[in-house]
């Protein structure tokens, strides 16, 4: 069983940047995918970003450029650097971990419970 809580949620004005911190319970945390979603209001949850074990990082169009996921393996850590946010970026960003390669939502199996982030213009 892995447990994410994540951390580092806000408010920011247009243009600012946060930063996202997802921890992790579990001994194999490096080797796990670890994925970044999101879900405003009134839409469905969407990838944001993503980490492999091997080092691959994928992130959504809309925020490729700005947005850059990176972890720290000794620490049980991933993080989620957020720049140039924009009010479109309001949502509530989820954690999420999976023993194998995951990329789309059903793939991952453990999530956190999910941090506010909120832009305004």
């Known amino acids: 069983q892995v447990q994410l809580v994540e951390s580092g949620g806000g408010l920011v004005q247009a243009g600012g940047s946060l930063r996202l911190s997802c921890a992790a319970s579990?001994?194999?945390?490096?080797?796990?995918?670890m994925g970044w979603f999101r879900q405003a209001p009134g839409k469905e949850r969407e990838f944001v970003a993503a980490?492999?074990?091997?080092?691959?990082?994928y992130y959504a169009d809309s925020v490729k450029g700005r947005f850059t996921i990176s972890r720290d393996n000794a620490k049980n850590v991933v993080f989620l650097q957020m720049n140039s946010l924009k009010p479109e970026d309001t949502a509530v960003y989820y954690c999420?971990?999976?023993?194998?390669?995951?990329?789309?939502?059903?793939?991952?199996?453990?999530w956190g419970q999910g941090t506010q982030v909120t832009v305004s213009s």
């Open positions: 999420a971990a999976d023993p194998s390669a995951a990329y789309y939502e059903y793939e991952y199996k453990y």
């Open positions: 579990g001994r194999t945390f490096r080797s796990y995918a």
């Open positions: 980490s492999w074990s091997g080092g691959s990082t």
